[in-house]
């Protein structure tokens, strides 16, 4: 007997709604696992960029250093004043109720009087000793007294030298030409060191208000800087209130 042949069986037939459906999302991928950071090389560029940086460190600093030299000693000595007078700017301060601008101000003047007016006095009086040394050999010489001494003096020093057995100038001294030549010379000294002396003053009282400038600042900012260093903060930051 012969088997009846199966019929395939048949498939269902899609309907309308199902072919109308979008296909599914495809399969998420695998995450990547995460790019490592590049790492840095240390190449030419990174040294040569470290090298110069610390050349012009060095430049600036030197450059620096070669500006403020010339006013190493204004500001040694404005420290020297601003840590001597402090006790006065304290009581000023307290004086005229905190205003510390005024305070600072008045202390500067009055240091520039304790400066100045002992050194205007010695002046007067060298001045006026070089005054009264200069009138009385006027004097001399026009009364003869002059004359009369230098000539005993000479005589002296003769007697001197030949009690010795040293030789003896030979013939009169020509004392009109001896005082006319230390007159001339003398005046040449008193133009040279006049001209000098008024440069220097000039230099010093320059100095002398650079030196009060910095000193003005100094008692403003000097103790909150100290404050601020022994602290630890930076000069800048703001101090906390306790």
């Not at 199902?18 to 240390?42: H, Q, R, V, Y």
């Not at 001209?195 to 400038?213: C, E, P, R």
Request: aromatic residues 12%; neutral net charge.
């Amino acid at each position: 007997m012969k088997e009846p042949e199966k019929q395939p069986e048949s498939q269902p037939e899609p309907s309308p709604a199902t072919a109308a459906a979008p296909p599914g999302p495809p399969p998420l991928a695998e995450p990547c696992p995460p790019c490592p950071a590049p790492e840095i090389e240390e190449g030419l560029h990174t040294r040569f960029a470290r090298l110069f940086f610390g050349v012009i460190t060095l430049l600036v600093l030197y450059f620096s250093y070669l500006i403020i030299k010339p006013f190493l000693l204004n500001i040694f000595m404005a420290l020297v004043l601003f840590f001597t007078a402090k006790p006065l700017y304290h009581a000023l301060t307290r004086l005229l109720r905190g205003y510390k601008v005024l305070a600072s101000a008045l202390t500067c003047f009055i240091l520039l009087l304790i400066i100045l007016i002992p050194l205007f006095s010695l002046m007067g009086i060298i001045a006026a000793q070089a005054l009264d040394f200069s009138s009385q050999v006027t004097k001399g010489i026009q009364s003869g007294q002059l004359w009369q001494w230098v000539a005993t003096k000479v005589d002296a020093i003769k007697l001197y030298l030949t009690h010795l057995n040293l030789p003896v100038p030979p013939g009169d001294i020509n004392l009109a030409q001896i005082v006319q030549t230390a007159v001339t010379k003398a005046s040449a000294f008193v133009y040279t060191n006049a001209i000098g002396l008024i440069k220097g003053f000039t230099v010093f009282f320059f100095d002398l208000l650079l030196v009060l400038f910095l000193t003005f600042f100094m008692f403003l900012q000097g103790d909150d800087f100290i404050q601020a260093r022994s602290m630890g903060h930076s000069p800048g930051a703001p101090l906390a209130q306790h």
